[in-house]
């Protein structure tokens, strides 16, 4: 089991907060504590209103160790993220930061295979670009059915094995670092992969030679069935990774249990375990997804 970060509350200014999409915003924060520590997989809870007596957990985008900033991507879905969608430059919350446990880099001769679904494309982001930093061959895929959030770019930049998109379009906030990135979509669309992000993560693998797939880690978040999907490739090819759960939150720092997970243990028997605190960065193989 990890050991999560101290976190800490701090206040926090909104610098910006910009729609992307029509429900989706980029909000860049401004605060004292919490940023440098925070690291791909952590989360922040924040206030997003007075009326509300829960804050609110967010996977960390970016951060900015000297400008003491610290982004998230967000989705409208409900009460708190309503009010945060109507924040401007100036206005100031409570935040704390970081939260849980982070992803870990995979082993100096692995590759790493992110897989993201919608708002999951977040936590990857960022730690696609801490792999890339370190040295670490990483590709990052994000399923998508909305409108793309980020701008998009022709890619010149090959993947790991094999490409099955023709033409294919890339994020290009990765292909400037030179991390090779795709797309899919279960419509038709061009640059895209049409189908599941899970089955073109399977056709990538599958082209690969055996000893390059076995050197490789997949790394996970999204919607739960996705999820679910990507432990079955990962069962498939005999591989192992690291999955980032979402789950409805209440302290945030494991002191009601609201938001547990079933886990295994090391004797095979599994509990419930917190996804605030023990997680929620977890083993792929470890979640129990049957239960889920």
Not at 2 to 8: F, G, K, N, R
Not at 20 to 42: N, V
Not at 71 to 91: I, K
Not at 148 to 171: A, H, M, V
Request: one cysteine or more.
């Amino acid at each position: 089991m990890c050991q999560p970060v101290t976190s800490h509350q701090t206040k926090a200014t909104v610098l910006f907060n910009q729609q992307l999409t029509k429900t989706q915003f980029l909000l860049r924060l401004q605060a004292s504590d919490g940023i440098k520590e925070a690291k791909p997989g952590h989360f922040i809870h924040l206030n997003c209103h007075p009326s509300l007596t829960l804050p609110r957990p967010f996977s960390i985008l970016d951060t900015d160790i000297k400008q003491g900033t610290l982004d998230v991507f967000y989705q409208v879905v409900g009460e708190g993220t309503q009010h945060m969608a109507g924040w401007q430059a100036g206005f100031e919350t409570t935040m704390l930061s970081p939260i849980g446990c982070h992803f870990t880099k995979p082993d100096s001769d692995q590759n790493a295979l992110l897989i993201a679904g919608g708002i999951g494309y977040a936590p990857l982001d960022f730690f696609a670009r801490e792999l890339k930093k370190q040295g670490v061959k990483t590709t990052l895929l994000l399923g998508i059915e909305s409108d793309p959030p980020f701008e998009l770019t022709s890619s010149s930049t090959p993947l790991l094995s094999y490409d099955p998109i023709k033409n294919p379009l890339s994020i290009s906030r990765q292909e400037a670092m030179g991390i090779p990135s795709r797309l899919s979509s279960l419509e038709e669309k061009p640059g895209f992969y049409k189908g599941y992000v899970t089955q073109l993560a399977a056709k990538i693998l599958q082209k690969m030679d055996t000893k390059e797939c076995e050197n490789t880690r997949l790394y996970v978040c999204g919607p739960t069935p996705m999820m679910k999907a990507a432990a079955l490739v990962a069962s498939q090819f005999k591989i192992g990774g690291q999955v980032s759960l979402e789950e409805h939150m209440a302290c945030g720092f494991g002191g009601c249990a609201g938001c547990v997970a079933p886990i295994r243990d090391a004797d095979d028997s599994w509990n419930y375990r917190r996804v605030c605190t023990d997680g929620p960065v977890f083993d792929l193989n470890d979640v129990v997804w049957e239960k889920i």
